[in-house]
């Protein structure tokens, strides 16, 4: 056994997933309704104009995902689940949870683009 100092294990760190290392939510946001979508962007918050297109890009992602009656029709719905007003059954819950999080890679994915703008 040599006499040098033991190392010592160094934990590996999680990588948290893209969206919570940095969220849109203080660059901008999609509002839907009936009748369309809404994207408003905060651009005061950005840091560039690489924050500017990868969140339009992001926002427009969302916003072609919600473009129709029946996406935004499904995902107020879910709203109303969340906030206490319509309970939806957990396996419709699941399901539309799974399919929010595939928009948002989707999205995510999709900010690449944003440096061919």
Same mark, same amino acid.
């Given at each position: ?13 999680? @990588? ?8 849109? &939510?203080?660059? @901008?946001?999609? #509002?839907?309704?009936?009748?369309? $979508?809404?994207?408003? *962007? ?13 969140? %339009?890009?992001?926002? %427009?992602?969302? +916003?072609?995902? %919600?473009?129709?009656? #029946? ?7 879910? *709203?109303?689940? $969340?906030?206490?007003? #319509?309970?939806?059954? @957990?396996?419709? $819950?699941? +399901?539309?949870? *799974?399919?929010?999080?595939? &928009? ?5 994915? +999709?900010?690449? %683009?944003?440096?061919? *703008?």
């Amino acid at each position: 056994m040599c006499g040098g100092r033991k190392k010592k294990k160094e934990k590996k760190k999680k @990588s948290q997933p893209r969206r919570r290392r940095h969220s849109r &939510r203080a660059y @901008s946001q999609t #509002t839907i309704d009936r009748d369309g $979508v809404l994207i408003v *962007l905060q651009i005061a918050n950005m840091h560039g104009e690489i924050d500017v297109a990868q969140t %339009l890009v992001h926002e %427009l992602v969302h +916003a072609h995902q %919600l473009g129709n009656r #029946t996406a935004r029709g499904l995902h107020l719905d879910y *709203l109303k689940h $969340v906030w206490g007003q #319509t309970p939806m059954k @957990s396996n419709t $819950v699941s +399901a539309y949870e *799974l399919l929010i999080d595939q &928009r948002e890679h989707e999205a995510y994915d +999709a900010e690449d %683009l944003a440096a061919r *703008l």
